[in-house]
């Protein structure tokens, strides 16, 4: 009776101190300010439709994405991702509190920016760079899934339009045959990616020294950082929901 007693004090203690490191991870990660990053892209996207669609769709357009893409759920829902798929968020967390974790993060809030993107609509500038950097950026592009999130990203947005189109025309894809476009899209997205991955990357990261890009590298290398960034995948993929109803999402 006392050990089981013991067990549970323990695990009292224990699990608000993991609850705050996970919320803190989120907030050092930059995941908030990421998340609203995005909002700010779907919010450019329905405006590039407000003069080419009618009004009844465009207006559809805005309530569906604004619904799907609401920020209190879309980070309740990628919270829980990285809560069921990371069991320890103190290596990651130590990481990204690091002078290190904060440089890498500020590199990636900045690229996502919507006057970053705006300007370098047409395509990132080609980043020179010595062998041992190109190397070390090889090994990071490696261990970054940056390939699927950036698929996620450009799906989600993508999926604005078809999204509303869907719902005032209920049957317009079959559940198959979206699902197999999807899959589709996914693909071709990875490899557009992944033919430039190593320049974008040399481009986010451009401000980090070889030393602390080597370090990075090492971090998401490590098991640590890859449970961290396998937890971060599938939290993405969660927080855009990317082929699933709108009406469902919560």
Known sequence: ??????????????????ADSLDQLYKAAGWPDQRAHFIDAVSAAQQ???????????????????QRFQAQAMDRRAQA???????????ALGFFQSPLGRK????????TQRDQLARHADGLPRIAASD????????????????????????????????????????????????????GQRKRLMEQIGNDLNNTLLYV??????????????????????AYYQAALAAIRAGLAVGQNAADLK
């Open 1 to 18: 009776m006392r050990r089981s007693f013991c067990l549970l004090l323990m695990l009292c203690c224990t699990m608000p101190v993991w």
């Open 48 to 66: 590039r439709y407000r003069n080419s669609l009618p009004p009844a769709v465009y207006q559809a357009l805005v309530t569906n994405s604004n």
């Open 81 to 91: 991702q990285l809560r069921a798929n990371l069991k320890d968020p103190q290596p």
């Open 104 to 111: 890498v993060v500020a590199a990636e809030l900045l690229a």
């Open 132 to 183: 041992n950097r190109l190397l070390t950026i090889g090994h990071l592009a490696q261990a970054l899934p940056a390939r699927e999130a950036g698929a996620e990203v450009s799906l989600a947005i993508a999926g604005v339009a078809a999204d509303s189109l869907s719902s005032m025309i209920p049957g317009l894809f079959g559940g198959g045959q979206a699902q197999g476009m999807l899959e």
């Open 205 to 226: 990261y451009r401000e980090l020294s070889d030393d602390e890009l080597e370090a990075f590298a090492t971090f998401a290398e490590s098991a640590q950082g890859k």
